[in-house]
């Protein structure tokens, strides 16, 4: 690889991810300390006989054609992935009680991973290697090399099981992401229960109609956090107006358009993690389905005019979004043709499928996108109250980050921002991308829940296709799809189920749907109670508002902080935490606090204070997603508990709007 090559890798490495890249490039017989900053990327290529020792977290390290090289970390790497390609005689070692749960390793020979105990790593996966050697403290194995089934070439993934090193064969899914034989078919066995279970909650939830018919009662009890098909629903609710049966044939109308995800077996090798929902095998594939349409001026004003109409003469008004309201904030939607207006280019699965990468220039990281038009309208609607709730399918959170209430809202496919304890259901927010684990139906973070009775494993709140749905997020939905009179369908194209059937439910219900979308949806043909806009969101979201005689509001980054603290007789303890501005529950946006000199970068931020202390200055530093500059707060221990609210405005750079209340 020429040097051009490795400069152009390492921009492609920073630029995937939008983080402060560390690069050392060609370094020979040298002894370096590596400081990274959080969440910062480590590349080490083309250096001999030198040793790394990494004091900081970051959040992953590339090792690229070296000879001869040791990485000591004493720190953990948050995303947990590490990759070590074309090199010779490589030692990497992690610190005692940190997690590294994937590490790749390609075309390289003579690496010696240093790992403590198994539950350290969660796969290895490996194409091309030679004396790969994992090493590990008693009582577990001491010493063991990776060894691939004879005669079989290709990737692999490695676990550690009862003591020993277990190899299988790796095949990819059709999104891309690293499986074996053996998952594959415990996924599809899951993946046909899950699809059994919520045919039959659907059926529940709009279940019959004709006078005399009842629920069926509940014959067993309902686990925790399970759909079962004898759960009671609507109990005491009046009878809604539609035949099942007639319905249920409605529901699976479609279906048989959705394609199983191909398994494909490369036995090329291949360098990189999975992660994310569906494939290419879930694209549209008629050609004639993703073309793009657009109303005329004329035909467009009726529809805006008819729109304000039936949201004034509604009472219960629910929106369900898909990925296009987030394509003019730079992030691309799934399945848009080659041939889309959309300023951020073809879909993921559609370039998945053709197999050419993304060139457009125009594509924002979720982490500093910013709401659109459509979602700050969608946030006034919310405030004004002719909205009462939205169904969203997108994972980039931002209508959330827009403002609108959580018990106003439903994430059905998760959001990336938002991880949960698996122990305690208790939640927490973070400003960076809580996804690290590399197969698709693992979820686990390398982080712990901070309650100190319950220190339980965190793990992302990310859906996959063939995992279930979040139990309460589903019911918010279509509890008030039952309700709804009227629903707004904003860049959707309606294909993945059960989300999609919250307008079916609706429509069903005698209500009415709106369906702004460039594409058409033959399933909600135009009629009386339903209504196709073909236009851009933001267009159609703007008009709307303005024949409603509303502003749409800017937005703006709202944070809150707390800060506690408590007087013992040697010290004064200071805990510094962000918190969710509508919730109390943690949020992780500082990326860290200094108070006298001392810095912190590990939540909660805890300091030691003289017990004399009656004022100090704290200074916080943010991940700087909006460019957010540091910002210096003034507390006094004699407030005891303070909350302090902040108001970031992007296009000005100032925080403002700062006041603080006590418990």
Not at 10 to 23: D, Y
Not at 307 to 313: A, F, L, N, R
Not at 355 to 362: D, S
Not at 485 to 499: F, H, K, M, Y
Request: with cysteine; aromatic share 6%; glycine share 6%.
């Amino acid at each position: 690889m020429s040097d051009p090559e490795i400069a152009t890798a390492k921009n492609q490495l920073g630029g995937l991810f939008r983080r402060p890249l560390s690069h050392y490039d060609a370094r020979k017989d040298e002894t370096i300390t590596v400081i990274p900053s959080p969440y910062e990327l480590l590349y080490i290529g083309k250096c001999v006989n030198c040793k790394f020792i990494v004091s900081g977290p970051l959040a992953k390290c590339t090792i690229e054609r070296c000879h001869n090289v040791t990485v000591e970390f004493q720190d953990r790497i948050l995303s947990g992935i590490m990759e070590i390609m074309f090199s010779k005689r490589i030692t990497v070692s992690i610190p005692k009680g940190e997690k590294l749960p994937t590490i790749t390793v390609d075309n390289t020979s003579k690496c010696h991973l240093h790992l403590h105990d198994p539950t350290s790593i969660h796969i290895i996966h490996s194409v091309w290697v030679e004396d790969v050697v994992v090493h590990m403290d008693p009582p577990h194995m001491t010493e063991q090399k990776l060894e691939h089934p004879v005669g079989e070439e290709g990737e692999f993934i490695t676990r550690c099981s009862v003591g020993r090193l277990f190899t299988e064969k790796a095949i990819r899914e059709g999104g891309g992401y690293l499986t074996t034989v053996r998952e594959k078919e415990a996924a599809d066995k899951k993946d046909a229960e899950f699809e059994r279970r919520m045919t039959d909650f659907v059926s529940k939830m709009i279940h019959t109609s004709k006078p005399g018919n009842k629920v069926p009662e509940q014959t067993k009890p309902v686990e925790k956090k399970e759909l079962t098909t004898d759960t009671k629903v609507n109990e005491g609710k009046e009878a809604v107006r539609f035949d099942a049966g007639e319905l249920s044939d409605q529901l699976q109308k479609g279906k048989e358009k959705l394609k199983p995800t191909e398994t494909v077996e490369r036995r090329h090798p291949v360098v990189g993690t999975g992660g994310g929902r569906g494939g290419p095998g879930y694209n549209i594939k008629d050609d004639e389905e993703k073309k793009e349409f657009f109303d005329d001026e004329e035909m467009l004003t009726k529809k805006v005019k008819k729109t304000v109409e039936w949201i004034k003469s509604s009472k219960h008004v629910i929106f369900f979004t898909g990925a296009g309201i987030s394509t003019s904030a730079g992030i691309p939607d799934f399945r848009s043709g080659m041939d889309t207006v959309l300023p951020t280019g073809p879909g993921v699965w559609e370039l998945q499928e053709k197999g050419v990468p993304r060139l457009n220039p125009k594509v924002t990281p979720i982490l500093r996108a910013i709401p659109t038009s459509t979602h700050m309208a969608v946030v006034k609607l919310h405030e004004a109250g002719l909205s009462k709730f939205t169904v969203s399918q997108n994972v980039d959170g931002l209508h959330r980050r827009s403002g609108i209430p959580p018990a106003e809202l439903s994430e059905l496919h998760g959001n990336t921002n938002l991880e949960t304890c698996k122990k305690c259901g208790r939640q927490y927010l973070r400003d960076f991308e809580t996804r690290e684990a590399f197969h698709v139906f693992n979820h686990t973070t390398s982080r712990k829940c901070d309650n100190p009775a319950c220190q339980g494993q965190l793990q992302d709140s990310i859906i996959n296709f063939g995992e279930n749905l979040p139990e309460g997020e589903l019911r918010k939905a279509f509890d008030n799809a039952q309700k709804a009179d009227l629903c707004i369908v904003l860049g959707s194209s309606l294909r993945v189920r059960p989300a999609c059937q919250v307008p079916e439910v609706v429509l069903a219900n005698g209500g009415k749907v709106i369906i702004c979308n460039l594409q058409k949806i033959p399933q909600f043909p135009s009629s009386s109670r339903s209504m196709q806009i073909y236009s851009m969101c933001d267009v159609y979201m703007k008009r709307v508002l303005h024949e409603l005689q509303m502003d749409i509001p800017k937005f703006l980054l709202n944070r809150r902080l707390k800060i506690t603290s408590e007087t013992t007789k040697d010290d004064l303890k200071l805990v510094v935490t962000g918190v969710d501005v509508e919730e109390d529950i943690p949020y992780s946006f500082i990326q860290s606090a200094t108070v006298e000199d001392k810095r912190e970068i590990k939540e909660p931020f805890t300091f030691s204070l003289p017990t004399s202390t009656k004022s100090t200055d704290i200074n916080l530093s943010f991940h700087g997603h909006y460019r957010e500059p540091p910002l210096t707060l003034t507390y006094n221990p004699d407030d005891g508990v303070c909350f302090y609210w902040m108001t970031y405005d992007i296009s000005t750079g100032e925080w403002h709007h700062m006041s603080k209340k006590g418990q």
